[in-house]
């Protein structure tokens, strides 16, 4: 399978291109600064976001594009939802799949009440988790053709290998027994290479958690 993944530099789209590499996939990785990439097993274009540069020439030969942008580094929040209508635009009519790295601020704790609206959730991640929610409601509104898949990971992600299988939820938070919403980078990365190759949860919001 050829897979495209946006944002492959940054710290989940770097363990998304390991497990993708792991599998024997081809991978085309889309970065602003290609000398970021040391993983010989993967092509590497350079690609501005910002720009106007077009990416449909790019990925036209390509089955999946895994997503994973943010505006944090440079305070430009803005760019995730613009990103996902820029793609939902660009691949109207085409075979190619979005499967997009998600936040968890937009799982319900209640119907129709996010996690981001809740008073507990901290204010230093509230714009980015606000720029994954106006992402999904791209995604949700758009009257284009294309696929896509909106992945949320757990509350808590951090650093670390594979701890256990992990489960496939919906729209709506979960925890574990112990009222934990946490799952590793790497298992997160695994979850996500797995909807690529599956395609399980066309045009779904689904979340990722242990």
Same mark, same amino acid.
């Given at each position: 399978?050829?897979? *495209?993944?946006?944002?492959?530099?940054?710290?989940?789209?770097?363990?998304?291109?390991?497990?993708?590499?792991?599998?024997?996939?081809?991978?085309?990785?889309?970065?602003?600064?290609?000398?970021?990439?040391?993983?010989?097993?993967?092509?590497?274009?350079?690609?501005?976001?910002?720009?106007?540069?077009?990416?449909? /020439? $790019?990925?036209?030969?390509?089955?999946?594009?895994?997503?994973?942008?943010?505006?944090?580094?440079?305070?430009?929040?803005?760019?995730?939802?613009?990103?996902?209508?820029?793609?939902?635009? =660009?691949?109207?009519?085409?075979?190619?799949?979005?499967? @997009?790295?998600?936040?968890?601020?937009? $799982? &319900?704790?209640?119907?129709?009440?996010?996690?981001?609206?809740?008073?507990?959730? /901290?204010? =230093?991640?509230?714009?980015?988790? $606000?720029?994954?929610?106006?992402?999904?409601?791209?995604?949700?509104?758009?009257?284009?053709?294309?696929? @896509?898949?909106?992945?949320?990971?757990? *509350?808590?992600?951090?650093?670390?290998?594979? &701890?256990?299988?992990?489960?496939?939820?919906?729209?709506?938070?979960?925890?574990?027994? =112990?009222?934990?919403?946490?799952?590793?980078?790497? =298992?997160?990365?695994?979850?996500?290479?797995?909807?690529? &190759?599956? *395609?399980?949860?066309?045009?779904?919001?689904?979340?990722?958690?242990?």
């Amino acid at each position: 399978m050829k897979l *495209a993944i946006l944002g492959a530099t940054g710290w989940i789209g770097s363990h998304i291109m390991e497990q993708a590499v792991k599998r024997d996939h081809e991978v085309v990785s889309f970065v602003r600064d290609p000398i970021k990439i040391s993983n010989s097993k993967t092509s590497v274009v350079s690609f501005d976001l910002q720009s106007e540069q077009e990416i449909t /020439p $790019l990925i036209r030969d390509v089955e999946v594009v895994i997503v994973s942008v943010g505006g944090r580094t440079n305070d430009n929040h803005q760019l995730v939802a613009e990103t996902a209508q820029r793609l939902m635009t =660009d691949l109207d009519g085409s075979s190619t799949r979005i499967v @997009w790295v998600g936040g968890a601020g937009s $799982l &319900e704790v209640a119907p129709g009440v996010t996690l981001v609206s809740s008073p507990e959730f /901290p204010e =230093d991640y509230k714009q980015e988790a $606000l720029a994954q929610v106006e992402a999904l409601n791209v995604f949700k509104a758009s009257k284009s053709n294309a696929s @896509w898949t909106f992945v949320s990971p757990a *509350a808590i992600i951090y650093p670390g290998d594979s &701890e256990a299988k992990y489960r496939i939820g919906d729209n709506t938070f979960f925890t574990n027994t =112990d009222g934990e919403s946490k799952v590793s980078v790497t =298992d997160y990365a695994i979850a996500m290479v797995d909807e690529a &190759e599956n *395609a399980a949860h066309l045009n779904q919001h689904m979340s990722i958690a242990y």
